[in-house]
């Protein structure tokens, strides 16, 4: 699944890959750096007028110079000097704006991207939304725990999106093991393929990422050193986009070119070469079957697929989804959730004859608008528009109905989850990103304090992943149209005389009988008039890397009429796979802010979670330790569990306004107060409204909001407002 | 977790891990077979009466070779081969009950076990409940998909289990990575001793458990060699019961004396030796981190214990629970899903004061009455007999109100997804099962075509996995209690005089230090007083394996009073730990049954799931291909959606008899089929009984019933009925 390769893995692999299952994730910085080179004009005149501003700094200095030998007089030196002071003055104004522009403002509002980062890592780790495992044994670097809220928080999207997508949409789900034979990765090309490049410290074995040295190197100087001239400038900006493209030889060239070392030690490193990214294992006592902890969930499904399809009453198009770990043994993790060395992926196959890929339920996501970020705006240095997805489709910048009804479904999904959508967008592969056999392919982005983050990945992968799996395996992994009455086809008939061509070609034969098949109809007829005309002709078979004479007598090429009853073809592979860890990051920094207390003197933490999602959807407290009101407050527990609403009581004596504050950070969207016997207040987090409602309807109340049946708005209308916050924080 | 040791590794785990971990887990075989032992009187007289009847036969058969050799009268003879014929079908009848006795009937009914299990699986495999995985590439011993249906049933079950168990107890949901470092399962104890004896085929390499080929060899001679002598029946069953405590050396031994060689090659066979059940890998690019996959999740749990109970408000007793994948490298699967490379687990670690085990819900499930095997019935060869909880626990037999509690809601549990209670008992472990720390534990037993079978594990297991990882990382994992007002405590002081112990013992100075220090109270006082009287004392030090003299000048015992603020102590854990995979396969095995079909031609299969467990909880049938009932079906599908209630429309023209029966074969609890525009039958699965509801209350009707709101006789007197059943199966 392309969702990881690009970040959490092998940012180099997409050249070497071209054929493979993982090419076409590339990478999406490539693109993203060369728009954004592109978009920072700002900066790129900056340094422009900052290398101006040195030189007119120094000539300047030359002039007082040449004034002090020459002796001139004091009023005119001191002019001179006054000059020179100026342009020091403004040079350093230059260099602070750029510096400014360089550093950028992830995210929006006064904190900066770091700052606001820290505070929320701090929020989400104190609180046990997550932890690094092990802790007490001093961690291992890219492996998370998930603590009681963050486990909800995760049972809440993954809840929501098997309702959203596998029942809503009747897919097939399945369930496979993590622990996954050779055999079933060396037909994917994992084994093979699935590979970062690595550099080692000569001295001490330590390993590296041989691109994030280079990127680190290149950025370093960007962001901090002003001096550098601006063909400098242009140099490394051109390293930093073409970074993904860059072979081992290349990459190792740059990193002697500039001299990089190992960070701490600064030993010398080894030329870059490329390390497996699968945990490997051995499956059972004999230490002779090689197996792997899968790295994407997406190969379970593609072995099954005869049986789904037979279970689906042979019918196309369905889909299949599965939830489950996939394991990355990362180089180095880094950038906390969004780079783990395991993770939870969600992933759906959906299966479509490839002459018609349009989607019965094309027309209910028609009608979206959202942030569209196609080949071309990238191509154009251009940004991320609002476009309408029936326009999309139907101007073939989106390449089919099914594939935009999955990135309107995404979009529904995200946007449904909290994701704000004014920082959700979809990115369009550009050519050079995609393998050779996929039809398209876009990535939901989201914008987050690290930058735009790859959370979904959406991709016609045509037939490629049924075919590789059919030739090694033997099983033909396809479908059948049967015709309701057979059908006369024409069918070009391409048969290789074996005995003149293995005359005239002796060992070579079977490579030029393949390529004689492998010719397509119009390579075939050219070759078929050529031959009649000229009794002979040159031909290239690409296995044997050059030219062979092909004579009349070495194939007969002709078309012929079949009645056919049915058409046996392999399905196309429509794709949509969610990083769900990154999904669940993005929507922390997208549902995160701060607020003043009441008192001005601390700021209190909240997340802005809609009820799907939040970890609890209700605290009941009782205003004061006082049995009557704790008695209360069972009544409503009751009611609430009955009603299906997870809460929680607080019958500590804390200070009301400090309940609420600890519940805000836990994102509960309300808090049910028992201040009377008879009657309770709610309260919503975010307004922090109150309303006043009866005992018995309380949980009702709260049930209608959190399954969306009412809005708030239409609650606080509808019941008395609460206005006594004297005990609010 | 204990589940799994004994049925899916490690039978001759036991013994050699006795101050392990896993130690309790030992084997339930092992009493099982004490105890079916004891219970197959029948059998033991039937061999005897066998052995007799041949001994008849024998002396007959001799007469009558003497009356012909001494060429008696041809009536004697006749009389006397008379004679032998009866014994010899006197012989062959007791030879019928033998066998009889000896296969058992495990399942009741008609149909024998093996042919119960071949018809179950076969169609759990057809409808994709589960299929063997990567079978394209010839599968994977011990590796299984689910495929819709079965995934459908585990997210229930869990889905379940989360209700019943996390949200009703107010537990710490935690979700931690399968890949674990070394040192973590170092202190648990997995590295050095989570392993199964193992020996190999000399010649070919292939791998066998020592334990299973005697264990099938004993088995082998048992069922079908009546010949044998009544000792060697008892010798072979001795074998049997003492298996799993048979050392590496012992167990080589038997293999050699009974000539046991591989199979299939019939190949000599290697001496056994441990093979580790962990699936190894190594963690980043160095290799020099070993990993494993996870054996079970407790220990992520364990390691998280301080930042838990901080987040519980360091107040005691709490649970933490963690659903996840585990992972045992098994040396050879069998037994389907029962015994697999990969499962699912849910554990529970429930942390507690061990000086206060009672639990404040204890009275909900006092009065529960189930079957239980306490320790010494089995020990006096009785079977299980129902037991009310309450009074098992206040006789002692089960050690704990907060162990009883957590048996009690696994009965719950598991009842409440279809286990038959008369199939299900709760038992004891022996004293040789268990570790020494641990203080009790109980295994919840579901019996099934293989046997009983262990599907839940409830063990307190004291303090040993705390202070494990304490001592490990260096990290207390500790609890405290503050007291309201300091407590005068006293205390004993043990304060050896390391100069003259070290005069005295040199080198071993520092063991003989340490085991006075770790003399307890007892002991101390009385070496206390006899240095007083004697001056001088023999003590034993078990780090040297022999007895010291102890002088009076050598150490100083007295008892000290002190103020005390607070107890500091590490919490008793109480584990109920579920192998859900297998709770689900006892679960097929106990809702899987047949019925013929209306025309008697054929059985049909049918899963009476309780709606919480069934993969989808409703059909609705148009009656005919028609599209009024269509629209109908429509409008009646999305009420079912509004409801929630997971559904699908079959619109195949098929007849409605073969509908149901391919919906009851899925466990599809209710059907819904559109025969008016206006008002539509209900049919319930187990009794085919339908009712007629209008189109507007169907949802409703079904909603209510599979949500346990009401029963279905109560909607069956409450409605209509529909007679018309001719168009039925």
Redesign the interface.
């Known amino acids: 699944m392309r969702v990881f390769s690009t970040l959490t893995s092998s940012s180099s692999i997409a050249n070497r890959l071209s054929s493979l299952r993982n090419a076409q994730l590339s990478s999406f910085i490539h693109s993203f750096r060369a728009y954004s080179s592109l978009m920072d004009a700002n900066e790129d005149s900056l340094r422009r007028a900052l290398a101006q501003k040195q030189s007119s700094v120094d000539s300047q200095s030359n002039a007082v110079r040449a004034l002090k030998a020459a002796k001139s007089s004091k009023p005119d030196i001191d002019a001179a000097i006054q000059i020179l002071n100026e342009l020091k003055l403004e040079k350093s104004s230059i260099e602070k704006q750029l510096r400014a522009a360089v550093a950028g403002s992830v995210v929006d509002g006064p904190i900066n991207g770091e700052a606001f980062r820290q505070t929320l890592a701090n929020t989400l780790e104190r ?2 939304f997550y ?1 690094p ?5 001093r961690g ?2 890219g ?6 809220p ?3 928080v ?2 809440n999207v993954l809840a929501f999106w ?1 309702q959203h997508f596998v ?1 809503e949409e ?1 897919m ?10 050779e ?2 990765l060396k037909a994917s090309g994992h084994v093979e393929k699935f590979t970062d490049l ?1 550099v080692k410290d000569e001295k001490t ?3 590296f990422r041989a691109d994030h040295l280079l990127k680190d190197y290149c950025n370093e100087i960007l962001q901090k050193d002003f001096s550098i001239t601006s063909e400098k400038t242009a140099e490394l900006k051109h390293v930093l986009a073409i970074l993904d493209d860059l072979s081992a030889e290349q990459l190792g060239a740059k990193i002697k070119e500039y001299g990089i070392a190992a960070p701490d030690t600064k030993n010398a490193l080894s030329d870059p070469y490329p ?1 497996n990214l699968m ?8 230490g002779l ?1 090689p ?1 792997y ?1 899968r790295p994407e969930t997406a190969q ?1 499904i593609f ?2 697929f ?3 399809y037979y ?1 689906n ?1 042979n019918k196309l198009p369905f889909a299949a989804a599965q939830i489950g ?1 996939a ?1 990355r ?3 180095s993790p880094r950038q906390g959730l969004l780079r783990v ?2 993770f939870t992926l969600a992933e759906i196959e959906h299966f479509v004859d490839p002459e018609d890929k349009s989607h019965p339920k094309y027309s209910e996501v028609v009608d979206l608008e959202f942030l569209m970020f196609p080949r071309e705006e990238q191509m154009s240095g251009q940004s991320a528009k609002k476009i309408h997805l029936g326009k999309a489709v139907s101007k073939g910048i989106v390449n089919n109905e099914t594939l935009g009804y999955f990135i309107g479904r995404v979009y529904l999904f995200l946007t449904g989850l909290g994701i704000d959508k004014d920082r959700l967008r979809f990115r369009q592969h550009l050519a050079n990103e995609m393998a050779h056999y996929a039809a398209d392919c876009w990535d939901a982005e989201i914008k987050c304090s690290y930058g735009w983050i790859e959370c979904v990945g959406i991709a016609d992968r045509s037939a490629y992943d049924l075919r590789a ?1 059919s030739e ?2 033997g ?1 033909p ?1 396809v479908a059948h149209e049967k015709f309701s009455e057979p059908r006369e086809v024409e069918k070009l008939v391409i048969a290789p005389v074996k005995k003149e061509l293995g005359l005239a070609f002796k060992g070579s034969q079977k490579m030029v009988v393949e390529a004689l098949e492998a010719m397509n109809e119009k390579e075939a007829l050219e070759m078929k008039a050529s031959l009649q005309s000229k009794g002979e002709v040159d031909f290239y078979v690409c296995t044997l890397g050059k030219n062979v004479s092909i004579t009349k007598n070495m194939v007969s090429i002709s078309k012929e009429k079949k009645k056919e009853h049915q058409r046996v073809f392999t399905p196309s592979v429509i794709e949509p796979s969610f990083g769900i860890g990154r999904i669940i990051y993005c929507l922390y920094e997208h549902s995160f802010y701060m607020r003043p207390s009441k008192a001005g003197d601390e700021q209190l933490n909240v997340f802005r979670f809609p009820p799907l999602v939040a970890p609890i959807k209700c605290t009941v407290f009782p205003l004061v330790q006082n049995q009557q009101y704790e008695e209360v407050a069972k009544i409503i527990s009751k009611s609430l569990t009955t009603a299906g609403i ?1 809460h ?1 009581i607080d019958i ?1 004596g804390t200070s009301i306004g400090k309940r609420y504050a600890r519940t805000d950070e836990l994102g509960v969207p309300f808090a049910i107060t028992v201040d009377s016997p008879s009657s309770v207040t709610i309260r919503e987090r975010d307004s922090k409204d109150q309303i006043r409602v009866n005992v018995e309807e309380a949980a009702l109340v709260v049930k209608s909001v959190t399954d969306g049946h009412r809005t708030w708005a239409d609650v606080w209308s509808n019941f008395p407002r609460h206005s006594s916050v004297s005990v609010e924080e």
């Open positions: 609180r046990l932890i495992s092990f802790k007490i044994y291992v670097a492996l998370y725990d998930y603590g009681p963050g486990c909800a995760k049972a098997r029942l009747n097939l789900e399945v369930d496979c093991p993590c622990v996954t034979p055999i079933v690595m074995g330590t390993c390390f945990f490997q294992t051995s499956i059972g006592p004999s079957s197996g902890m379970g072995v099954n005869k049986d789904l279970y009453g770990q394991f043994n990362e180089i060395r395991e799996h090694k395996s099983v992994l997870s929680k500590t």
